[in-house]
């Protein structure tokens, strides 16, 4: 198949999110990033200039169904707001992108934010401080059980209290709902009863390596890798099913015994912020819709790619009509 006709493929499917049935429920992080820009990322001790301060709407599991929603999904939010500026402006723009914030929980304090540099190549740093993310607890996991019941999969990462997304997943998994955990803020050591209640795994290539204890390539080529041993040592590890991303290589497939690798799709970047939550808000839109794991990554290489041509997390995200101009299709 050309690479023209794959594109109209995927934009092909990726026009069928909005016309699926069945919903998507995250639970977990939403932050207010305060970003800045620089020709270059400070060393530790060092002080570099940056351009203005800008206050953009984040949190990996806000961005993760944003990106969704953008997309056509439908996406029902649980998490928690604090009582400040931000939590107006964190919910006012998933509003925006069209997720339900209705089940989102109000509590004293402050929301959580993030502290972002970026460089003149697009690479970022990034400090989380949890604030209302925190108080994310099993109590109210319980009260709003029925988000994720009624839902067809649930995005989970790791930044909220690890009690409530364990509770999550287990909810969900009792209920037939397929779950998606995104290993970020990187833990080493993933709770057994979360690896037992969850389906797939999302991770980054260095992340994968140390949680299997897998050595990376010395060259750096991820194309060379043996993939059928990384699959085996997944299976030991609880994982049928994962996706590895590899930044600007792509990213694979397992699902089972069977292996995918997909291209990457090439763009000017601006600013990688948020790309990966976006690559993972499409990854459960398309299964939510009825995608196999490897069409979905596909597609969330095309929405992810745009999101990196943007400043931002959630302010790059694209909807459909946008995504298929900058591609041409």
Not at 81 to 102: H, I, M, R
Not at 103 to 112: A, M, N, Y
Not at 244 to 272: H, Q
Request: aromatic letters at 4%.
């Amino acid at each position: 198949m050309s690479q023209a006709s794959n594109r109209d493929e995927v934009f092909s499917l990726l026009e069928s999110f909005a016309s699926a049935d069945e919903a998507i429920a995250v639970v977990g992080s939403m932050n207010a990033d305060y970003t800045v820009t620089t020709e270059r990322l400070p060393k530790p001790g060092e002080t570099v200039n940056a351009g203005p301060l800008r206050v953009l709407p984040g949190g990996k599991s806000g961005n993760q169904a944003a990106s969704a929603a953008r997309i056509g999904a439908r996406v029902r939010l649980l998490g928690a707001v604090g009582q400040d500026a931000n939590a107006e402006f964190l919910l006012g723009k998933l509003k925006d992108a069209g997720v339900d914030v209705s089940d989102v929980l109000h509590v004293p304090g402050p929301s959580g934010t993030t502290v972002i540099t970026v460089d003149a190549n697009g690479e970022n740093t990034i400090v989380y401080s949890p604030g209302s993310n925190a108080k994310v607890d099993v109590d109210y996991i319980h009260d709003h059980a029925s988000v994720i019941t009624e839902a067809a999969v649930l995005g989970l990462c790791l930044e909220s209290p690890l009690p409530a997304v364990i509770e999550s997943a287990r909810i969900a998994h009792a209920a037939g709902v397929k779950v998606l955990v995104n290993d970020s803020p990187f833990i080493p050591e993933l709770p057994a009863e979360l690896i037992a209640n969850s389906d797939i795994l999302l991770v980054n290539e260095h992340e994968m390596s140390q949680l299997l204890g897998v050595d990376e390539p010395e060259d750096g080529d991820w194309d060379g890798m043996d993939w059928t041993s990384v699959a085996a040592a997944l299976h030991d590890f609880g994982y049928e099913q994962a996706v590895i991303t590899l930044g600007g290589d792509g990213s694979v497939v397992i699902d089972g015994e069977t292996v995918e690798r997909i291209s990457p799709v090439r763009v000017d970047a601006v600013d990688t912020t948020g790309c990966g939550d976006s690559f993972m808000g499409t990854i459960l839109a398309g299964l939510a819709s009825g995608l196999t794991l490897g069409r979905s990554a596909q597609v969330a290489s095309y929405v992810s790619a745009y999101a990196a041509t943007g400043s931002g997390a959630q302010a790059s995200y694209g909807d459909v009509r946008q995504i298929r101009e900058l591609f041409g299709v």
